[in-house]
């Protein structure tokens, strides 16, 4: 299977362009109409990294950090991204990464930590804005039912937990065919007149080829007429972040405890404790500090995320409990995350998870004697 095969999957779930400017998502080393026989799933890429992919013959390497964030200049052995990047060219590996764009989806990173956690209810935390188009077309009444309808299947019209939502009204449609036409309906030179409907719906924005493509394949006209508007509304499948709630409200120490063994971190940094049961949870993989305000105003019992900064505790007013859980520890079901997306589409294709611990965190405990 081709590279730009396997990663189209994962991308049909977190496109590209939900990634935040300053990534690199998608393939960064390799050819994307090479073949690939075997995956390895990361978190980081090492050089020990590749060499397992070597050891364990895997083509391509899905890591959700990407090996290079900023443009290289030269490729020499000065850095370890570097002498990652030569030695996956050596030895024919490709790399590519999969970052913010599913920390961004709704399917990604956030909702496999809310799944751990066991939360139900789950919405995206921090909504984004500008994702959204409205499109607007025109149909002739004989065939609105399967232009509207192709245009759903090609995921248009979804508007929260409803999906076909469409405004339609109906008009008179006016146009002449020109000499080179094969007009649908009407005659070469005169002026027609058309019982048309037109259909407004919304739709995210990395999806407007597809529904493009869908609704021309599915209109009857030689020349289909639509219209595209941007909207800043909100779209509440696309954000940072997400928060849900439990079936059964925890203390505070139990769902410190709850975090250590599902996480496996062995130290916990938190804000002080504020006597309230947890019950509704906020989470955000990686460094989510920025999100402390929105777990606040969505009313969150606690908000559990990593890289909080020491200053970043005394915002919570000792109204939530603010848990640092670790950059690696919160985000390192992520490769059960792309495995799954990937076993998903292709079953039977070898989908490995690396060995090496790319931890670059360590934690020091005095022993007792």
């Known amino acids: 299977m081709k590279i730009n095969e396997i990663l189209?999957?994962?991308?049909?779930?977190?496109?590209?362009?939900?990634?935040?400017?300053?990534?690199?998502?998608?393939?960064?080393?390799?050819?994307?109409?090479?073949?690939?026989?075997?995956?390895?799933?990361?978190?980081?890429?090492?050089?020990?990294?590749?060499?397992?992919?070597?050891?364990?013959?895997?083509?391509?390497?899905?890591?959700?950090?990407?090996?290079?964030?900023?443009?290289?200049?030269?490729?020499?052995?000065?850095?370890?991204?570097?002498?990652?990047?030569?030695l996956a060219i050596r030895n024919n590996i490709s790399i590519a990464a999969m970052h913010t764009n599913l920390d961004n989806s709704i399917q990604g990173v956030n909702k496999k930590i809310a799944d751990i956690l066991g939360l139900k209810q789950q919405k995206i935390l921090q909504p984004s804005h500008g994702i959204l188009k409205k499109l607007i077309t025109f149909c002739p009444e004989s065939h609105v039912e399967n232009v509207r309808n192709a245009i759903f299947e090609a995921g248009a019209g979804q508007i929260g937990q409803y999906d076909y939502c469409s405004f339609n009204t109906k008009g008179i449609g006016t146009f002449r065919a020109g000499n080179e036409a094969n007009p649908f309906v009407g005659e070469i030179g005169k002026l027609q007149y058309e019982?048309?409907?037109?259909?407004?719906?919304?739709?995210?924005?990395?999806?407007?080829?597809?529904?493009?493509?869908?609704?021309?394949?599915?209109?009857?006209?030689?020349?289909?007429?639509?219209?595209?508007?941007?909207?800043?509304?909100?779209?509440?499948?696309?954000?940072?972040?997400?928060?849900?709630?439990?079936?059964?409200?925890?203390?505070?120490?139990?769902?410190?405890?709850?975090?250590?063994?599902?996480?496996?971190?062995?130290?916990?940094?938190?804000?002080?404790?504020?006597?309230?049961?947890?019950?509704?949870?906020?989470?955000?993989?990686?460094s989510g500090a920025f999100l402390l305000p929105a777990a606040m105003k969505a009313k969150a019992d606690v908000f559990l995320t990593a890289d909080a900064k020491y200053h970043d505790f005394f915002e919570t007013e000792n109204s939530i409990l603010f848990v640092d859980a670790g950059h690696y520890e919160t985000e390192q079901f992520t490769k059960e995350l792309i495995a799954d997306i990937l076993r998903k589409k292709i079953p039977n294709f070898a989908v490995l998870f690396s060995e090496v611990n790319t931890n670059a965190v360590g934690y020091y405990f005095k022993s007792k004697s």
């Open 195 to 286: 019982a048309e409907s037109r259909i407004e719906t919304i739709m995210p924005a990395y999806l407007t080829q597809r529904v493009i493509r869908a609704m021309v394949e599915a209109h009857p006209y030689e020349e289909v007429a639509y219209d595209l508007y941007p909207l800043e509304n909100s779209f509440d499948s696309v954000g940072a972040g997400m928060f849900g709630n439990f079936e059964n409200s925890l203390t505070e120490r139990e769902f410190l405890d709850l975090v250590m063994e599902l996480f496996g971190t062995p130290v916990l940094r938190h804000s002080p404790f504020t006597g309230k049961l947890i019950q509704k949870v906020a989470v955000c993989g990686g």
């Open 8 to 86: 189209g999957f994962i991308l049909e779930v977190a496109p590209l362009s939900l990634q935040e400017s300053y990534d690199n998502c998608g393939l960064i080393v390799g050819d994307p109409d090479a073949q690939v026989n075997k995956v390895l799933l990361c978190i980081d890429v090492t050089e020990a990294v590749v060499n397992e992919a070597v050891e364990k013959k895997c083509e391509l390497i899905i890591s959700h950090h990407p090996i290079i964030f900023k443009g290289l200049k030269r490729l020499t052995p000065a850095s370890h991204v570097e002498r990652v990047v030569l």
